[in-house]
């Protein structure tokens, strides 16, 4: 590890930099500044330092430092695409027939070219190291964080080797995918859980099992333990009690958002760890603070973080070991970041005076920004391309192909120590709970989202209340004679619809979350199955509810058969056409990529599920084709004959039909 970058090396360091913030942010005596580091420092070093590493299985057989080789990503390049419209599926063919004749037939079939995202990278970040990913926008560098965070979906080819402490990319992903991490750039969270839940739940779902926690220590000691940390080190704890907010719910601010964010991740203790422009919406000394944290943690916990960032001041700089340039999807520089600086005055380019090293780094490919040392205007290169063939010819690029073959020779070492050290538990690393206790843990969260936003529930409910006194004011007491009977068809009719449309609402819901619910995947705190398992839970007593509330109003202004089991079995058909509505709906939100092509489809099937309700058209009028089944995929008197048991609902038994 190169000296200068490693200023923050042990916990002292670290406190250090806590402890000078404190003075800067509060008012705090000596004496309690001192208090509050010793408990900093006694609980930091329980949670990452040594005596954890000892006592625990996990981090005996983790994973660490990644060898990338020869790593060219490839993607669709996708040119801007417009909506479509009506026209466009009537104009499909005429255009593909019309390329077909002008171009050729293997024009008209070709798919988009594929484009090269980044091209041919090497390089390795040992465990203890920590690399800086410099680039302009658009340049490439989400995405090398992105393959080496081994999220490879999206991408039309990987080709090359990535290794995780000598295993490859395809078994981390099947079997080991929480010791990999990516951090989006975005602040994924639900907005009206607390601080606290967030992070709590985080830390529920990757509370290690005994024989990785330390002796003595409870799931909850754990969690309570390992929460006051985090809190601590980022400087969140007094924003535990407040919800985490979005556009819409007032919460926390932008950077203590972002602190959760990062505090989220570093819960997961991954021991490869890719954060993509994590300081975006952090001041500056903030954006060092927490920089100097991941530096820290990289040393404490000895794994391998590399960060992208748009800007970074000097000080921040001297944090990072190791400094990759990308322009164009081009590998300009890999290598020890403090001579990133001299290769690039070697090849030709003059740092003005004041630019920070990051800054001059990235000017170098911006033929408007560079300085170039006079009488080498000639000779320096222009292209993304000329500087990587110049990078390929450099002593830097031969030392990192060194510092790779160095690394690789202690991965034998550490695949044997892996192996001795490794139970039974944890031969896979994917989910830390079991899938019931993921299921327990979301079920709990989702009842304090929904807690969380009583607003909404209770206006919904509201709502309900009333659209049942004006529906049951619609159809008060239906006649019982044969006049009533198309009515009461229609009374049951619209209590069904009306559930099942409210239900749509879910879609965007479930859109909503999705995102976050990617990025919990990617942590490995539960599968998404557990998830949509939770969310049924969930929904049972508040669709219950919601029916019970209006059906209860309009069943009886409406004057339907007054017997408890009629009541009932209306209640019972009514909860379960609405959860199964609930459930369908998420089911297309899950398999459709966007809210727009879901849209299309929920549009369909309503339709259908409306015109064959059996109520618009009586089932006995439906044309059967052959001996196929009638085509009523959902109707409300699903029991054989009508005069069944929804039957009997619209007529006491004593009709007089
Ligand atoms: N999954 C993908 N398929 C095709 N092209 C992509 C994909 N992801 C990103 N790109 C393209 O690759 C380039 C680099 O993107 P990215 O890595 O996100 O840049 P940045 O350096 O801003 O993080 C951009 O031109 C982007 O449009
Ligand atoms: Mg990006």
């Known amino acids: 590890m190169s000296s200068r970058a490693s200023s923050i090396k042990t916990e002292v360091d670290l406190f250090r930099v806590l ?11 000596d004496a309690e500044l001192e208090e509050e580091r010793a408990e900093i420092e006694r609980l930091m070093s329980r949670m990452f330092g040594r005596s954890r590493q000892e006592h625990s299985e996990e981090e005996k057989t983790r994973h660490v430092g990644v060898v990338f080789r020869d790593l060219t990503v490839k993607g669709l390049g996708l040119g801007a695409a417009l909506q479509p419209s009506v026209g466009d599926i009537f104009l499909g063919l005429p255009r593909f027939l019309r390329k077909l004749f002008t171009k050729g037939p293997k024009a008209a079939t070709a798919k988009p070219a594929v484009r090269e995202l980044l091209s041919d990278f090497n390089g390795c970040i040992k465990p203890g190291e920590m690399l800086l990913v410099l680039g302009k926008p658009g340049s490439g560098c989400s995405t090398f964080l992105k393959v080496l965070g081994n999220q490879r979906f999206g991408y039309e080819d990987v080709q090359g080797d990535v290794t995780y402490g000598g295993t490859d990319a395809k078994k981390m992903a099947k079997d080991f995918r929480g010791e990999v991490l990516y951090n989006p750039e975005n602040d994924l969270h639900y907005a009206t859980l607390s601080v606290k839940q967030t ?108 960060v992208a960032l748009y800007q970074a001041g000097e000080t921040l700089y001297e944090c990072f070991d190791k400094v990759l340039l990308i322009d164009e999807g081009k590998c300009l520089y890999f290598g020890a970041a403090e001579k990133a600086k001299e290769y690039f005055q070697h090849l030709g380019f003059d740092c003005p005076d004041r630019w920070t090293t990051a800054d001059f780094l990235t000017s170098v490919s911006d033929e408007h920004e560079r300085s170039i040392r006079k009488g080498w205007e000639q000779r320096i290169p222009r292209s993304a391309e000329q500087f990587a063939e110049a990078y390929k010819k450099s002593a830097a690029y031969q030392q990192n192909l060194e510092d790779m073959r160095e690394f690789e020779t202690h991965l034998e070492e550490q695949r044997r120590e892996r192996l001795a050290n490794t139970s039974k538990k944890n031969q896979k690393k994917n989910y830390t709970l079991p899938f019931h206790q993921q299921v327990w843990a979301c079920t709990q969260r989702q009842f304090l989202i929904v807690y969380g936003d009583k607003a909404s529930l209770i206006g919904k409910w509201g709502g309900i209340v009333f659209q049942g006194l004006i529906v049951g004011s619609l159809f008060y007491n239906l006649p019982k004679t044969s006049q009533g009977a198309f009515t009461r068809g229609g009374v049951l009719f619209f209590v069904l619809l009306f559930n099942a449309l409210l239900a749509l609402a879910e879609m965007t819901a479930a859109f909503a979350s999705k995102p976050i619910l990617l990025k919990h995947k990617s942590f490995s705190f539960y599968r998404p199955a557990a998830y949509a398992v939770a969310q049924t839970v969930v929904d049972i007593p508040l669709v219950f509810t919601q029916v019970v509330i209006f059906d209860l109003i309009i069943y009886f202004m409406a004057g339907l058969g007054r017997t408890p089991s009629q009541f009932f079995i209306s209640i019972l058909f009514l909860w ?77 038994t004593d009709s007089r039909l």
């Open 19 to 29: 402890s000078r913030r404190h003075t800067s942010a509060t008012g705090k005596s």
């Open 199 to 306: 992070l709590e739940f985080a830390l529920k779902t990757r509370t290690p099992g005994k024989e990785s926690r330390n002796e003595g220590e409870s799931r909850k000691d754990y969690v309570r333990e390992f929460l006051r940390v985090v809190t601590k080190l980022f400087w969140i704890e007094h924003t535990l009690g407040t919800k985490v907010g979005n556009e819409f719910v007032r919460g926390v601010s932008g950077g203590e958002k972002k602190r959760v964010s990062i505090a989220e991740a570093m819960i997961t203790r991954a021991s490869v760890q890719m954060w993509d422009n994590s300081t975006r919406g952090l001041d500056a000394s903030t954006a060092l603070e927490y920089v100097q944290s991941i530096r820290s943690l990289t040393n404490m916990a000895h794994v391998s973080t590399a």
């Open 576 to 652: 379960i056409v609405t959860m199964t509505m609930y459930a369908f709906f998420r089911g297309i939100a899950a398999v459709c990529k966007s809210l727009d092509s879901a849209t299309r489809v929920t549009g369909f099937a309503i339709q259908a599920l409306v015109v064959y309700t059996g109520y618009l058209i009586p089932p006995t009028k439906m044309v059967s084709t052959g001996g196929a089944p009638r085509a009523h995929l959902l109707t409300y008197h699903s029991i054989p004959g009508s005069s069944g048991s929804c039957g009997s609902i619209l007529f006491n």
